[in-house]
């Protein structure tokens, strides 16, 4: 019997091979063109991810939470780490801390500007986590704790998820908000929204992982 599999499975490569798919015309069709006016924004990659393949970067979002809290989950057993050391020299916390600063200025702006220029949510979560990294490097791991478990960070990192899950899944049923006016802050539709929820996602998962790794490995 497995020779009728494999014999089947070489006449199926070979229709791949001997006739392949005929290109479609268009030679006409500016791709780029046709996203930006389908997703009302100039940033074409944005348009892609979050509306395009939306599909896809639900299930990136989901990822990138179960990897959250799999860290978690791997290091729970473990023995916490006993002595956290931390820059203590002044001219390495002050250009950490002013790192620390340019990274959150820009996560802000590739969060809120992301769908007129280059960026979009996962870079600015990237370099909010970034700026928490240069800030956990220099500060005592307490009180680091201390201000995550005070602005409840947990809770609105789910609650980014669950929004951003929601929305996605409204839009792919087909309903959106109007485009407003191409290259205006307000516009787009839903893709602003979607772009800050997964900045604070990224950022926020980033948090819970590097106060983990602290608290059982050190500063690594």
Sequence with gaps: MKWVYIAAGIALYAIFLIMPNSPSNLSNISMVESIV?????PNAVTGI???????????????????????????????????????????SIVLARLGATIASL?????????HLSPGGGFAAGVAGGTAIG???????????????????????EK???????????ITLSGIELPHG?????????????????????????????MLVFIHYRGLL
């Design 37 to 41: 006016k389908d997703s009302g924004i």
């Design 49 to 91: 991810i979050l509306r395009n393949r939306l599909y896809d970067t639900i299930f990136e979002v989901v990822v990138f939470t179960i990897a959250v809290m799999g860290v978690r989950f791997l290091l729970a057993d473990e023995r916490p780490f006993c002595t956290v050391y931390q820059f203590t020299d002044e001219p």
């Design 106 to 114: 820009v996560g802000i702006e590739l969060a809120i500007r992301g």
């Design 134 to 156: 240069l800030i956990a490097i220099t500060s005592s791991p307490e009180w680091m704790q201390g201000i995550y478990q005070r602005w409840n960070a947990a809770m609105w």
């Design 159 to 169: 609650i980014s998820v669950l929004i951003f899950i929601v929305l996605a899944v």
């Design 181 to 209: 006016e191409l290259g205006a802050l307000v516009s787009g539709g839903i893709i602003p929204l979607l772009n800050i929820l997964v900045a604070v996602k990224v950022a926020l998962g980033s948090w819970s992982v």
